[in-house]
C-alpha cells in the first residue's frame, strides 16, 4: 500500500478569554501520511481513530500556564489536540494488542496514531447490541461515568426529592436526568432550545424550560425548593438555584460552562446562603471518584442502556476538518446531545 494522508488537527495559538477562532487557534492539516502496511511499530501497534470526544474542558487546556487542577495541562502548540477517543488496531507488535480490538483512551486528533505502549488505554471486549462503539466516549464512557459517579457519591437522594439540573439535554446533564428519575426524584431541567427541552421531556424530566426564554428564577420558585442541584454551567443560574434550595440541600457543581469563554467569571452573589440554608457544595473531577465508582459504573451503565433505562443522544459532526466548527458548538451550546466527532466509519 502507498502511502495515505493522516489528517490532523493543530493547536496553534492560544486564544486568550474570547471564544477560538477556528483556522488562528487551531488548524486542520493535512501535510502528513502514513502507510498502514509498511510503517514501523517498534513494538507498539497502529491505530485507525473512529471517533473522537468533543468536550467543554477542552477550552480549558487553551490556557497559558493551564488551569488549577493537574490532570488539566494546556495543549502544546503545533502538536495535535489530544482526547477521549475510540479506535480500532490495525497492526501490532505489542504483546496484549491484537489488530481488530477496539478501545478508548487518550488519542490525538489525527486519523492514524502509532501509539509505543498501552498507557491509558483501554480495550473493549464487546459493546450492548445496537450501539455504536462512540459511546464508549459518552454515556459508557468519561461523561457517564462523570454523572454516576458524582450522583451516587454526593446525591443522597430519596425518592420525592425535587432536583434541579442545568444543560440537561448534554452528555452529563442527560444522564444525571435519569438517574434522578431511577431514583424516584422530580428532575426540573434547563436547557438551551426548545428542542433540547423537549428532549429533556422525553427522558423524563417533569418540568423542562428553556433558560434563554424562561425566567429560571420564576421556574425555580414555582417548582421548588430544591434539594439536589447538579450544575454544569455556573453563573446565574446557579445564584438562583441558591435562592430556591431547600435547607441542607446538596449542590453537586460538576462544570461552569457559561464561564469558559469569558475572561471575568460571573461572581454567585448569595454564597452566604449556604450558611443560613445549611446547604453542602460539592465540586469534583470524576478522576476523582473513578476508583471507587469506576467498576459499578462498568457493571451497571452497560445494563442500564441496553435495558433502555438511560437513553442518549449524540451530535456528530462528520470529518476531523470540523473538529473546531464541533468545539465552538460545544463552546456555545450549539451541540444536541453528545459532541462526537466521527473520524472514520469502520
Ligand atoms: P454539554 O454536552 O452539556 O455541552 C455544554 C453545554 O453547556 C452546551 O450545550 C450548553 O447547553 C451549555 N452552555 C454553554 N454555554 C452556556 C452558557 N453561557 N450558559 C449556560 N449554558 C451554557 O457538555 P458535557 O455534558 O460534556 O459537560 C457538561 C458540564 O460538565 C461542562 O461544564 C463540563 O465542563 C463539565 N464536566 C465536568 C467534569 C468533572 O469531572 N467535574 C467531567 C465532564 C464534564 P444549553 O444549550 O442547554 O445551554
Redesign the pocket.
Known amino acids: 500500500m502507498s502511502p495515505i494522508c493522516n489528517a490532523r488537527v493543530l493547536f496553534k495559538e492560544f486564544p486568550g478569554s474570547d471564544y477560538p477562532v477556528v483556522d488562528q487557534h487551531l488548524a486542520y492539516d493535512d501535510s502528513q501520511t502514513v502507510d498502514p502496511v509498511t510503517d514501523p511499530l517498534d513494538g507498539g501497534f497502529l491505530v485507525k481513530v473512529l471517533y473522537l470526544s468533543v468536550?467543554?474542558?477542552l477550552r480549558?487546556r487553551m490556557t497559558p500556564g493551564g488551569a488549577p487542577e493537574e490532570s488539566i495541562q494546556p495543549f502544546a502548540i503545533n502538536e495535535p489536540l489530544v482526547n477521549y477517543g475510540v479506535g480500532v488496531v490495525l497492526r501490532s507488535e505489542h504483546a496484549k494488542i491484537k489488530a481488530g480490538s477496539h478501545l478508548v483512551g487518550f488519542l490525538p486528533f489525527q486519523e492514524y496514531v502509532i501509539l509505543p505502549n498501552d498507557d491509558g488505554i483501554t480495550l473493549l471486549d464487546s459493546k450492548p447490541d445496537g450501539i455504536s462503539w462512540s459511546a464508549y466516549i459518552g454515556v459508557l464512557g468519561?461523561?457517564g461515568l462523570?454523572a454516576y459517579s458524582?450522583w451516587n457519591e454526593f446525591s443522597r437522594a430519596k425518592p420525592g426529592e425535587t432536583v434541579f439540573v442545568?444543560?440537561?439535554?448534554?452528555?452529563?446533564?442527560?444522564v444525571v436526568v435519569q438517574l434522578a428519575k431511577l431514583s424516584g426524584c422530580k428532575v426540573i431541567a434547563?436547557?438551551?432550545?426548545e428542542d433540547?427541552v423537549e428532549y429533556a421531556r422525553t427522558i423524563g424530566a417533569d418540568v423542562a424550560f428553556n433558560?434563554?426564554k424562561d425566567n429560571t428564577r420564576e421556574i425555580l420558585k414555582r417548582e421548588g425548593p430544591i434539594n439536589i442541584c447538579w450544575d454544569?454551567?455556573?453563573?446565574e443560574?446557579l445564584e438562583a438555584a441558591l435562592d430556591a434550595a431547600a435547607s441542607h440541600a446538596r449542590f453537586i457543581i460538576?462544570?461552569?460552562?457559561?464561564?469558559?469563554n469569558t475572561g471575568t467569571p460571573y461572581n454567585v452573589k448569595n454564597l452566604q446562603l449556604l450558611i443560613w440554608k445549611e446547604i453542602h457544595f460539592y465540586?469534583?473531577?470524576?478522576?476523582s471518584l473513578q476508583p471507587k465508582h469506576g467498576p459499578a459504573f462498568l457493571r451497571d451503565m452497560p445494563r442500564h442502556v441496553a435495558a433502555g433505562e438511560v437513553k442518549f443522544k449524540e451530535?456528530l459532526t462528520r470529518g476531523l476538518a470540523r473538529a473546531g466548527d464541533a468545539l465552538l458548538?460545544?463552546?456555545?451550546?450549539?451541540?444536541?446531545?453528545?459532541?462526537v466527532i466521527v473520524v472514520a466509519e469502520e
Do not use: E, I, Q
Not at 454544569?232 to 453563573?235: A, K, R
Not at 465540586?283 to 478522576?287: C, E, I, N, R
Open positions: 468536550d467543554p474542558y480549558r468519561m461523561p462523570t458524582g442545568t444543560a440537561a439535554s448534554g452528555a452529563v446533564g442527560a434547563s436547557a438551551g432550545s433540547k433558560w434563554k454544569n454551567v455556573g453563573g443560574s460538576c462544570g461552569s460552562a457559561s464561564n469558559y465540586g469534583f473531577l470524576y478522576l451530535h458548538d460545544v463552546l456555545r451550546g450549539g451541540n444536541f446531545g453528545k459532541s
